[in-house]
Structure formats: C-alpha cells, structure tokens
C-alpha cells in the first residue's frame, strides 16, 4: 500500500481497525504500530522518503500537547512542509508538492493534553452510570494517597477500572468497541473518521 498511519502502540491500532470497521472506512491504507512515541517521530523523514502518497500519524498529546506540537513542527518543517503555529482542532492535514499528504491527530482531541485513553472515555455511552462510580473510587484512593499512578495517567486508570467493571471484566478497549460497551458515534469519534476518510480516501 502507498498509504500509512504511523500510531503509537499495540492499543492504538486495535481501537482504530474497530472504529473504521464500525464506520466502515475503506481500508485503502496500512496502520503501521511503531512501538512508542520516539520510534514514531524518528521514522516520519524515512516514510515521507519512500513511495508514499499518504502519511498520517497519531500521537499523544501527553502533558503538554504545545511542546508536542513544536516538536513535530520542527520535523515537518525540516522535511519541507509549512506547518501551522497550531493544529486543527478537526485534525491537520498538510499538503506539499511532490511530498506526500501528510495528516496529525494529537490525542485525545488535537486542542488538549491527554492520549488514547481520554479519547475512550468520549466512546462511553452518554447514559453510562458506572463511570461516576469509577472517578469517586479514583478520588477516595487520590485522597487517602494509595493510588500508584500519575496524575497523567488518570484517564488509564479510569477507562481500564470502568472495563473491569462491565459484563466481561478487562475487556480491552479495541474489543470494547466490537462489544458496543463503547460507542463510536460521539462528535469526537466522527471528527477522526472524518480526518481519516479526508487524509486516505
């Protein structure tokens, strides 16, 4: 295929392959897991340099998505694109003369700090009553300081306690979808699918 998106992990590729199956996105290109965020940025020029027509990357914003952003600005611009001082909120696409279309989502939703997971958390259904459960459990154990996690990693905690919690406990978040515990009919969820669809198809 001459077309790619580059994620960051295992998760990522498993959610995405659900949601365009949901939505039935034509699979006109390769999802590609680089095995964490370094690999990822360091494999953007040896992509754009192969015979490629598309490229999209997703990418966690993590606790700082304006760092995140110069960051890539930087590779991207070196390559030889102009890159926005910020990103689209509906998802940056960047076209350039005899480079190839060059699309970026930054998790969870391309304005705020986050990752994968606080893009699940908009998949749980509007009506969903265990989640509250879930972030009052979360609170108690912050506020008696047991909980092991980062302040970064709350949305992990909460999207994988709210799985253990549903009809098949540790469901992973891909199956999730497949399972309908998650929807993916959510302005978010459609936003992707929309940059998708633009970007490939």
């Given at each position: 295929?001459?077309?790619?998106?580059?994620?960051?992990?295992?998760?990522?590729?498993?959610?995405?392959?659900?949601i365009?199956?949901?939505?039935?996105?034509?699979?006109?290109?390769?999802?590609?897991?680089?095995?964490?965020v370094?690999s990822l940025l360091?494999?953007?020029?040896?992509?754009?340099?192969?015979d490629?027509?598309?490229?999209?990357?997703?990418?966690d914003?993590?606790?700082?998505?304006?760092?995140?952003?110069?960051?890539l600005?930087?590779?991207l611009?070196?390559?030889?694109?102009?890159?926005?001082?910020?990103?689209?909120?509906?998802?940056?696409?960047?076209?350039?003369?005899?480079?190839?279309?060059?699309?970026v989502?930054?998790?969870?939703?391309?304005?705020?700090?986050?990752?994968?997971?606080?893009?699940?958390?908009?998949?749980?259904?509007?009506?969903?009553?265990i989640?509250?459960?879930?972030e009052r459990?979360?609170?108690?154990l912050?506020?008696?300081?047991?909980?092991?996690?980062?302040?970064?990693?709350?949305?992990?905690?909460e999207?994988h306690?709210?799985?253990?919690?549903?009809k098949?406990?540790?469901?992973?978040?891909?199956?999730?979808?497949?399972?309908?515990?998650?929807e993916?009919g959510?302005?978010?969820?459609l936003?992707?699918?929309?940059?998708?669809?633009?970007?490939?198809?």
């Amino acid at each position: 295929m001459d077309k790619v998106l580059l994620v960051e992990g295992k998760d990522d590729l498993f959610v995405f392959s659900d949601i365009f199956e949901k939505h039935k996105v034509v699979q006109s290109f390769e999802i590609i897991d680089k095995v964490g965020v370094t690999s990822l940025l360091k494999s953007i020029p040896i992509h754009v340099k192969t015979d490629i027509s598309s490229i999209g990357i997703v990418i966690d914003a993590d606790s700082d998505i304006e760092k995140r952003w110069v960051s890539l600005k930087s590779i991207l611009s070196k390559i030889g694109y102009n890159v926005p001082d910020k990103p689209n909120s509906l998802g940056t696409i960047l076209y350039k003369k005899d480079l190839p279309d060059f699309g970026v989502w930054i998790m969870p939703n391309n304005n705020e700090n986050g990752m994968l997971e606080d893009f699940v958390k908009y998949l749980i259904p509007e009506n969903d009553k265990i989640m509250p459960f879930v972030e009052r459990t979360l609170l108690r154990l912050e506020s008696e300081n047991l909980n092991k996690y980062k302040n970064i990693h709350k949305s992990k905690a909460e999207i994988h306690t709210w799985l253990a919690w549903q009809k098949t406990p540790g469901t992973p978040m891909g199956l999730a979808i497949t399972k309908t515990y998650l929807e993916t009919g959510s302005e978010m969820c459609l936003s992707f699918v929309n940059w998708i669809n633009k970007l490939f198809n």
